[in-house]
């Protein structure tokens, strides 16, 4: 299992911008993050592949930017013009099955949210 350990959540005004931060404890071929909200299930917001191709749920496309650095094994998420409906716990995840997520490893969670 890989260990790893966010930050950058928060509280920001609707409009506002907040980096998310996840440092793993060894490389993965995948890492990511997913979005909480209670009640509902888990979604996926985005990942990167070792190789930096990405993917991106359509709800934050052209709003939200994942990258990663190899060299410290961490991958960032750069959340702009948030909306009330982007609140909710994030989660990194790292996979390093390179065609499953059996395996997977999940972060603790970092709460962000949005409201005036």
């Known amino acids: 299992q890989v260990h790893l350990v966010e930050s950058g959540g928060g509280l920001v005004q609707p409009g506002g911008s907040l980096r998310l931060s996840c440092a793993a404890s060894?490389?993965?071929?995948?890492m990511g993050w997913y979005r909480q909200v209670p009640e509902k299930q888990r979604e996926l917001i985005a990942f990167i592949r070792s190789t930096d191709s990405t993917v991106y749920a359509d709800s934050v496309k052209g709003r939200f930017t994942i990258s990663r650095d190899n060299a410290k094994n961490a991958v960032y998420l750069q959340m702009n013009s948030l909306k009330p409906e982007d609140t909710g716990v994030y989660y990194c995840?790292?996979?390093?099955?390179?065609?499953?997520?059996?395996?997977?490893?999940w972060g603790q969670g970092t709460q962000v949210t949005v409201s005036s």
């Open positions: 995840f790292a996979d390093t099955d390179v065609f499953t997520s059996y395996g997977r490893s």
């Open positions: 060894e490389s993965a071929v995948r």
